[in-house]
């Protein structure tokens, strides 16, 4: 789900810790994405900040700009929708729902959806030893002639991007990734003192009388 502008990059092509991704499988004719991380939440939470895709996934990656024109509605049949005013667009369908577990759409998100091709999106949450986790998983397939062996590389890092972002919005309520403070003293030491710089001394004021020197006692 892309800003038209975005879409014409991807077909040339589309917290601290990121989530593990890795690119399964890849050929011209189909490619399987997965994401894990664990995540500081229920199951049941973690399930229901999944369904607010408007405030997790980003606006860059939208036709309209604006995440907030998102809506997903978490039941079989329900539509992962974008509305404004100057149109809309189906990003997927939910094919199975069953809370605190998994949420399943078909999806052939952004500019894939205009090739035809069959996507299969899967959020599973798990809880193992007191441990949630999140698995998001992307299967696509085409045909020979799809080339989604050269597509697979650049919807990893988009689609991936949004799992971090998830992630964060599970754990914190907020989808931005932080910024270190280090890297904020660290740029705060460099703007006041640049290279070739050379110590101020403030001068003297001419009408401030000096002290006295005080004379050693003998």
């Known amino acids: 789900m892309l800003h038209p502008n975005s879409a014409i990059a991807v077909l040339l092509f589309l917290y601290t810790a990121a989530a593990t991704a890795e690119v399964k499988q890849s050929a011209p004719e189909s490619f399987f994405l997965s994401y894990s991380t664990p995540i500081s939440a229920s199951t049941a939470k973690a399930y229901t900040d999944v369904t607010q895709v408007q405030r997790w996934w980003s606006s860059e990656h939208t036709f309209s700009g604006k995440a907030s024109n998102l809506s997903l509605k978490a039941e ?14 189906e990003h997927g369908r939910v094919i199975m729902a069953l809370p605190g577990k998994l949420l399943r759409l078909d999806s052939a998100l ?3 959806q205009e090739f035809a091709l069959k996507g299969i999106l899967s959020f599973w949450i798990k809880n193992e030893d ?21 597509l697979a590389p650049n919807v990893d890092e988009v689609l991936g991007a949004q799992v971090d972002r998830l992630k964060r919005y599970i754990g914190t309520g907020n989808p931005e990734a932080p ?16 290279p070739g710089d050379s110590p101020k001394v403030k001068p003297a004021d001419p009408k401030k ?9 003998p």
């Open 76 to 89: 079989a049949g329900g539509c992962f929708c974008e509305k404004w005013s100057g149109g809309s667009v």
């Open 110 to 112: 952004g500019p894939l």
């Open 130 to 150: 007191g441990a949630t986790s999140l698995t998001v998983e992307y299967r696509v397939n085409g045909t020979a002639a799809s080339g989604l062996d050269a």
């Open 179 to 194: 910024v270190a403070e280090e890297t904020k003293d660290a740029s705060k030491a460099t703007d006041a003192a640049k």
């Open 209 to 217: 009388k000096p002290k006295p020197a005080v004379p050693a006692k």
